[in-house]
């Protein structure tokens, strides 16, 4: 196009055509439509079945972690290895739609992890073990060479697992081991689960003093008497989904 037209501007008004109407047309390459490529098709690149394959039960620390929006980092020598690793755990809650917490090659350079550290919750990748001696930069670390997940000491009583978290970790691996189940089966099955878990928690939700969002009751939680480490669980998935009262 810049060599037909010999200027930049046609390039931007066919950017901005895609960008605003999902639509780009040219005479030798006929129409370009973003409908024809689905980005779910992208996030469901990964499989959740190989994860699950390495991990088995261990996967519900990953799902649990994922859920209450914590730091994941991800250890592997081979940069393939973690990028094709990290890029499917979103898929574990999938309901969020969400792969910006993606960042899947970090180096240990002070610019780029004082970038990392600023955002909330995020699946990190390193390719240089020293990474496993910076606790500060995770509450969840996965050594991928070595098929070890760590959860970092300040993030335990909030990762505490208890007898939901056993019935999560037993779906997962029941519906991965499934040879009939496709990876996007898998992940519609965990989401099915994820939502389940939502609806546990409606009931202790009420409408904020503004009106505007649903709050946890957190005296509504406690009087239902769930076993301590889903009570806990569920207070900080409703911490993490910003429906504490401040």
């Not at 799902?63 to 979103?90: C, D, G, N, S, W």
């Not at 969840?140 to 335990?156: G, Q, W």
């Not at 037993?170 to 898998?186: G, H, R, T």
């Amino acid at each position: 196009m810049y060599l037909k037209h010999g200027s930049p501007v046609k390039m931007m008004e066919s950017y901005i055509a895609v960008l605003t109407k999902g639509i780009c047309q040219s005479e030798e390459n006929g129409s370009f439509l973003s409908k024809d490529f689905d980005a779910r098709k992208a996030y469901l690149a990964g499989s959740i079945k190989d994860i699950v394959s390495q991990f088995g039960m261990e996967t519900v620390i990953l799902h649990t972690a994922l859920m209450l929006k914590k730091r994941i980092v991800v250890y592997h020598p081979k940069i393939e290895a973690v990028q094709e690793f990290t890029r499917t755990l979103p898929a574990l809650v999938w309901h969020r739609q969400d792969w910006t917490i993606l960042h899947s090659y970090v180096h240990l350079d002070a610019d780029e992890l004082e970038a990392l550290q600023m955002c909330p919750g995020y699946i990190a990748g390193f390719v240089d073990l020293e990474v496993s001696n910076r606790s500060d930069l995770y509450d969840v670390f996965v050594n991928l060479a070595d098929s070890e997940i760590t959860i970092a000491p300040l993030a335990k009583e909030a990762m505490t697992m208890g007898k939901l978290h056993k019935e999560i970790g037993q779906l997962i691996v029941q519906s991965a081991e499934d040879p009939e189940k496709s990876d996007s089966q898998v992940v519609q099955d965990i989401s099915l689960k994820t939502r389940e878990i939502f609806t546990n928690l409606e009931p202790f939700s009420e409408v904020s003093g503004d009106g505007e969002k649903l709050v946890l009751n957190f005296e509504a939680l406690k009087q239902r008497r769930f076993p301590p480490a889903t009570e806990n669980f569920l207070y900080h998935l409703a911490a993490a989904e910003q429906m504490l009262k401040i």
